[in-house]
C-alpha cells in the first residue's frame, strides 16, 4: 500500500475502478483484521477459532494494497527526474505519517501512559513503536526512496526480470519458512538481509499482475478454491501452534508466508475483471470510497479506540464500547469491522473539507 489512495502513475492514465475496488476492500479487512486481537488472545476455543478465520481470511489485504502500488506506479520504464519524483510523492507520506504519529501519541499519554515528553516521542517515533497502521507509511516511505531505481528494471513491457525477481524473493521467503518449521531456526541472516525486502517483491509483483489478461470465467472459480485452500491451511496452522506444539504463534500470519501470497494474488485477480459503468450506483460508490481509503487507513485505529473506551456505545449499555466483539465472535469482528469502516469513512471526509487539515490526508 501506498498511501493507499494517493498513488498515481507519473503521467495521466485511465482510472482502474478494479483497482479502487481492491483498495477499499482491502482497507476494509485492514479494519476487521485490527478487530480480532482479543479474539486470538483468547483460551476459549469459540471465541478463538472464530477469530482465527477472520485473520486468516483477510490478512490478504496488505500484499494487495502493495500490489495495487505496484500495478500503478511500475507503469513506466523511462528515466525518472529523482528530485521532482520525491517532491511530489514523500510529502503525501511523510507530512500524514508525523500528524498522525503526534495524534496517537496525544492519545497515548492521555490514556495514562505518562506526559507528553518530545525526546520519547521522537524515540516512539524512529522506533516505530506506534498505534495500528503507521508501520506501514514508514515502509511505503522507504519504498518511495526505491521507486526511481526499481522502475527503469521492472517497469518495462518485459514480464520476465519481474517474475524472476518476485520468484527469489518469496522462493527465499518459503525457504525460510520451511527451515524455522522443521530445524526451528533460521537462514543464515548474511543470506536473508543481503536479498531485498518482501515488501518490494509485491510492489514488482502488482505490475505484472495489472498487465496480465483477464481470467477467463472459467478460471474465477479456481481462484476461489485456491483462497479458500490457503486459509484453511493459515487457520490450520496456528490452530496447531495455538494448542502446544512446537510450532510459535504467528508463523502463518507473516506477510512473506506462501500461502498468503498466494492468497494475495488470487483476490487481485478475481477482481481484476471488475468493470461497470462508470455511471452504475456501485462504480459511483466505490469512485467515492476509494480517495477516502487513505484517511480509512491512517484512522481506523482512532476510531476503534473510541469505540472500545464505550464513547460510542454498541449494542450494550454506554460505556461498554464492544464487549458484544467476545459475547457474539461469530459476528463480532464483521459487525465491528463495519461500524470501524463506516466511521473512519465520515470522519475523513470531514477532515479533508477542513482546508488547514487536509494535507495529513491527501
Not at 153 to 165: A, H, M, N, Q, R
Not at 242 to 258: E, H, L
Amino acid at each position: 500500500m501506498t498511501s493507499p489512495a494517493v498513488l498515481a502513475a507519473d503521467k495521466p492514465r485511465e482510472r482502474l475502478l478494479y483497482l479502487d475496488l481492491l483498495r477499499c476492500l482491502s482497507i476494509f479487512a485492514a479494519t476487521v483484521l485490527h478487530a480480532t486481537p482479543s479474539l486470538l488472545e483468547s483460551n476459549d476455543r469459540s471465541v478463538f477459532l472464530p477469530g482465527l478465520v477472520y485473520v486468516s481470511l483477510c490478512v490478504f489485504c496488505v500484499p494487495v494494497l502493495l500490489m495495487i502500488s505496484g500495478a500503478l506506479m511500475l507503469t513506466d520504464a523511462r528515466h525518472v527526474n529523482i528530485a521532482a519524483f520525491y517532491r511530489k510523492r514523500l510529502p503525501k507520506i511523510l507530512v500524514p505519517l508525523v500528524a498522525w504519529s503526534v495524534l496517537y501519541y496525544i492519545i497515548y499519554c492521555i490514556s495514562g501512559s505518562g506526559a507528553f515528553n518530545a525526546i520519547m516521542f521522537l524515540e516512539r517515533f524512529f522506533g516505530g513503536a506506534w498505534s495500528g497502521p503507521l508501520w506501514f507509511l514508514h515502509m511505503m516511505a522507504a519504498l518511495y526512496l526505491m521507486v526511481p531505481f526499481v522502475r527503469p528494471v521492472f517497469g518495462g513491457e518485459t514480464k520476465k526480470p519481474s517474475l524472476i525477481f518476485a520468484g527469489i524473493i518469496f522462493g527465499a521467503q518459503a525457504l525460510q519458512i520451511s527451515i524455522h518449521l522443521t530445524l526451528g531456526s533460521d537462514l543464515n541472516p548474511f543470506f536473508m538481509g543481503t536479498l531485498f525486502p518482501f515488501f518490494i517483491a509485491f510492489f514488482v509483483l502488482g505490475n505484472v499482475l495489472c498487465r496480465t489478461r483477464r481470467m477467463p470465467p472459467g478460471k474465477r472459480g479456481v481462484l476461489i478454491v485456491l483462497f479458500c485452500i490457503s486459509a484453511a491451511a493459515v487457520s490450520f496452522g496456528e490452530i496447531a501452534a495455538k494448542t502446544g506444539g512446537s510450532i510459535p504463534q504467528s508463523t502463518f500470519y507473516t506477510y512473506s508466508d506462501p500461502l498468503v501470497v498466494l492468497m494475495g494474488v488470487c483476490v487481485f485477480l478475481f477482481f481484476k475483471d471488475w468493470n461497470p459503468s462508470r455511471q452504475s450506483k456501485r462504480a459511483r460508490l466505490i469512485s467515492w470510497l476509494s480517495p477516502l481509503s487513505y484517511g480509512i487507513f491512517l484512522s481506523h485505529m482512532l476510531v476503534q479506540k473510541i469505540i472500545l473506551i464505550g464513547l460510542i456505545p454498541l449494542f450494550f449499555r454506554p460505556g461498554s464500547g464492544v464487549v458484544w466483539l467476545t459475547a457474539n465472535p461469530l459476528v463480532g469482528p464483521l459487525v465491528f469491522g463495519v461500524v470501524t469502516f463506516t466511521g473512519a469513512a465520515f470522519l475523513t471526509a470531514a477532515i479533508q473539507r477542513v482546508p488547514g487539515l487536509r494535507r495529513i490526508i491527501p
